[in-house]
């Protein structure tokens, strides 16, 4: 059996086992997000969202949810160790908004408009 033989066999078993573990594990499946600033933006988004009535914000859930898509988070504005809540710092182009995740609700409880 030749190197090109060889080679073949191999490829034929790697694909065959790639298709197996896709029609396995990751077919029909919805992977939540695997970077940090996405999982926070995603946990931000699922929720519902309580406005700290200091703010004197009307926004609907809908309107909050494509702010927050639509920003970055700032790791080094947020505190994220904190323990029982955590709390982020979004910034976009047009604002920045600081949240509390709680065990039990997020409040978002600072809003600035640039």
């Keep these: 059996m030749n190197f090109i033989q060889r080679l073949g066999y191999f490829g034929f078993g790697v ?4 298709l197996i573990v896709y029609a396995l594990l990751i ?10 600033e996405d999982r ?3 946990e931000l988004a699922v ?14 859930d809908s309107v909050l949810k494509e702010k927050i898509l639509a920003s970055d988070v700032l790791f080094r ?16 182009e047009q604002e ?9 609700q997020i409040e978002l409880y600072q809003y600035q408009p640039k």
């Design 15 to 18: 694909g065959l086992g790639c």
């Design 27 to 36: 077919r029909d499946r919805d992977f939540p997000a695997w970077l940090p």
């Design 40 to 42: 926070v933006l995603e």
């Design 47 to 60: 929720d519902s969202i309580i406005i700290s009535q200091e703010l004197g914000l009307d926004l609907t």
């Design 77 to 92: 504005e947020s505190v994220v160790r904190d323990k029982p809540c955590r709390e982020y710092q979004l910034e976009s």
């Design 96 to 104: 920045r908004m600081r949240f509390k995740i709680c065990d039990t």
